[in-house]
């Protein structure tokens, strides 16, 4: 490649990366359910929020990349199955879980009980 281009492309790479940066994140987790979620550990590879959901709660519409979900208590709750129905989800004390990337909630959690989760979030 000429060096006339690289350097006519460096400054609309180094625009992208300031802007991308800049950009808010409207349906993190953090910002927008902070009575739900918090940070416990965050670098550029990987970021570990704590979610604790009570029965009753809405969940606002929120975002999550691909993640490990691990269960900090046993947790159960009634998930819409998509048909009209309902099914009980359940997890173990200790259970690790993967969950692809997602936009979800907007719909009041029916928790058995107080549901604990550590939610490390691949970025």
Request: net charge negative; glycine share 8%.
């Given at each position: ?17 300031v ?11 953090l910002?927008v ?10 670098n ?7 979610q ?27 998930e ?29 959690t029916?928790?058995?009980q ?8 691949l970025?």
């Open positions: 490649m000429p060096v006339n281009k690289v350097i006519s492309v460096v400054p609309l790479l180094l625009l992208a990366a802007v991308g940066a800049a950009v808010p994140k409207p349906l993190d987790p910002k359910a902070p009575h739900i979620y918090s940070l416990d550990f965050e550029d590879k990987v970021r570990v929020l704590r604790t959901v009570r029965n009753g709660e809405t969940l606002p519409v929120h975002a999550h990349p691909d993640r490990v979900m691990v269960y900090l208590q046993s947790c159960a709750w009634l819409d199955d998509g048909n009209g129905g309902e099914k009980m989800q359940l997890f173990k004390i200790g259970e690790a879980v993967w969950a692809p990337a997602e936009t979800h909630g907007g719909t009041t029916d928790v058995v107080e549901c604990k989760i550590l939610e490390i979030e970025l």
